[in-house]
């Protein structure tokens, strides 16, 4: 499968942090607009920083393999540096992907900051945030024919 | 690693006797097929003989059998040609909801040159209900083209039922039929079908890339797509891919002789995977007719998780399979026959779209069998949307 890079393989075969966690701080789900994909982070945070984090997704190997690396790339960071990974971070730490598929890497970014988000939203008393039905991005490249 | 190929629809492996009868038109018998000269005769051969096998396999006569380039420019020359030379008669042109995307988009184009489609609903199993195309008939219709069996979901349609009520409706409408999926695996007559036209793609039955058929009932009146020459009747200009002709040709020779051992040898290797996934996961769904069936096609959705992913864990396995989900898609969009079949976007998302051939096994179908479900039940247990199920129950 010569569309996505060893690293994104080696992701979605082996996928880092996968599940959930019962009595999770923090919990950002997303559903994709585009393609009708689902992503599920959930955070465990201790001294403003993220202690543990797991995600479900339903989805494309890419989606699979962008949920796993951004639980990687944030996994003992601080709130303030998880807050700023970025889509595109996210998507070059799997040394790229086919752009098709960039849109899978913003719903990894965005249920984890959403995760964050939710946090923040306990903390300060005010209850669980809504749960997103879908992610904000613009989704462009789309030819009005369709191919099969 | 073996590698089995359940997605016959992409690429059937070329039988060596489509082979050789291809080899002397690459470099011995070069010529040009309209040339007077001695260099022209192989290949002329080539192209009677050809013409002769693929008249053979639609129960027609050879001078019907028109050569293009696919199964896709055969749906094209069928829809825009028939449009463009019927344009005075009327505008409007019949399909249904599950096409192919030669002919969708076909007629999508069409009417930006003004002219109207009706694309019929289908039922749960993908019939077209001829009472339905009855009632699209209009006085201005001048084509109806149905599918005969679908690519994504197999079912077999009753074109010869369309096709009287087509032609009994006195519009004078052409009926044409896409049997690019169809050919090769059930008869393709076309006196039966009672069709004008119909395409069909010899590289979904063990021939070559590179050509397409297409059958012109005599009278039937179309406008070419490529003018220039004489080639093809006049029809469809440009100087002939002799090899793969020859190779399209002698695949229909083959597909003639073996239609009914082609059957008998698909059906218990489709019907033990159907009942063996079927039975050994759960929230499991097959689409398209159980009994009006392509032997070779399987489709199944399976319920919270994705297509990509399970054809990527098959991919892993040595298991070439196909899906019809939005991920998959170029265009990030479920199965327009899915959609048709009332099958939701999420269900779609799980689509696992299988399609048989000779060189699979029943081994082979054990081996996928026993390889799906802990692929499903690994995917299933990174799902949200299995985990809220699970907790709903
Ligand atoms: S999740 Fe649908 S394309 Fe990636």
């Known amino acids: 499968m010569p569309v996505y890079s060893e690293k994104v393989m080696d992701h979605f075969q082996h996928p880092r942090n996968v599940g959930e966690i019962t009595d999770a701080d923090g919990i950002g789900e997303l559903g994709n607009p585009t393609c009708g994909d689902i992503m599920k982070i959930y955070i465990k945070v201790k ?3 993220i202690e543990d984090v797991k995600f479900k997704t339903f989805g494309c190997g890419a989606a699979v393999a962008t949920s796993s690396m951004v639980t990687e790339l944030v996994k003992g960071k601080t709130l303030e540096e998880a807050e700023k990974i970025s889509n595109a971070a996210v998507a070059e730490a799997l040394d790229g992907l086919p752009p098709v598929k960039m849109h899978c890497s913003n719903l990894a970014a965005d249920a984890l900051h959403l995760a964050i988000e939710d946090y923040k ?3 300060a008393g005010k209850g669980h945030i809504a749960k997103v039905e879908t992610c904000d991005h613009e989704h462009e490249g789309l030819d009005e024919l369709e191919h099969a | 690693m073996k590698t089995i190929n359940f997605d016959h629809f992409a690429a059937t492996k070329m039988r060596p006797e489509v082979k050789s009868a291809m080899e002397p038109f690459f470099i011995e018998e070069y010529g040009n097929a ?7 005769d192989a290949p002329r051969e080539a192209l009677d003989k050809a013409r002769v096998q693929a008249a053979s396999l639609f129960n027609c006569a050879s001078n019907e059998v028109i050569f ?7 749906n094209n020359l069928a829809i825009k040609g028939a449009a463009f030379a019927r344009m005075a008669q009327g505008k409007h042109i019949i399909v249904s909801g599950i096409e192919h995307f030669s002919v969708l988009n076909a007629v999508k184009s069409l009417t930006k040159l003004g002219f109207e489609f009706t694309a019929l609903p289908v039922d749960k199993d993908g019939f077209v209900n001829p009472d339905d195309v009855k009632n699209a008939m209009r006085k201005d219709t001048i084509l109806v083209s149905i599918t005969h ?3 994504e979901i197999g079912t077999i349609q009753n074109i010869k039922e369309i096709s009287e009520i087509v032609h009994g409706f006195g519009s004078g409408a052409y009926m044409h039929t896409d049997a690019n999926t169809s050919c090769g695996f059930i008869e393709t007559d076309v006196k039966e079908l009672g069709v004008d036209m119909l395409s069909a793609a010899p590289h979904r039955f063990y021939g070559p890339k590179g050509a397409g058929l297409f059958y012109l009932k005599k009278g039937t009146r179309i406008m070419p797509l490529i003018d220039g020459g004489v080639q093809e009747f006049g029809r469809r200009a440009g100087t002939e891919n002799v090899a793969a002709i020859a190779g399209a040709g002698a695949a229909c020779e083959l597909a003639k002789n073996e239609l009914n051992k082609r059957r008998e040898y698909l059906l218990p290797i489709q019907k033990h995977i159907i009942d063996t996934v079927l039975s050994s996961i ?4 097959l689409n398209g007719s159980r009994t009006n069936r392509l032997p070779n096609n399987i489709n199944f959705v399976i319920k919270y998780i994705e297509g990509e992913s399970i054809l990527m864990w098959l991919n892993n396995s040595g298991i070439m399979v196909a899906s019809g989900s939005a991920c ?3 265009i990030l969009k479920s199965s327009h026959v899915l959609t048709a079949i009332g099958v939701d976007a999420a269900l779609a998302q799980g689509s696992l779209l299988i399609s048989l051939g000779e060189d699979n096994t029943m081994e082979d179908a054990r081996y996928f069998t026993e390889q799906l479900p802990p692929i499903v039940q690994k995917l299933r247990e990174m799902s949200p949307l299995y985990e809220e199920a699970k907790s709903g129950k």
């Open chain 2, 34 to 40: 309209q040339s007077i000269h001695n260099l022209g």
């Open chain 1, 121 to 123: 939203s306990v903390k």
């Open chain 2, 68 to 74: 293009t380039s696919s199964g896709s420019e055969s």
């Open chain 2, 149 to 151: 069996a679908s690519n």
């Open chain 2, 328 to 330: 998959t898609s170029k």
């Open chain 1, 47 to 49: 001294d403003d920083k």
């Open chain 2, 282 to 285: 759960d929230e499991v769904y």
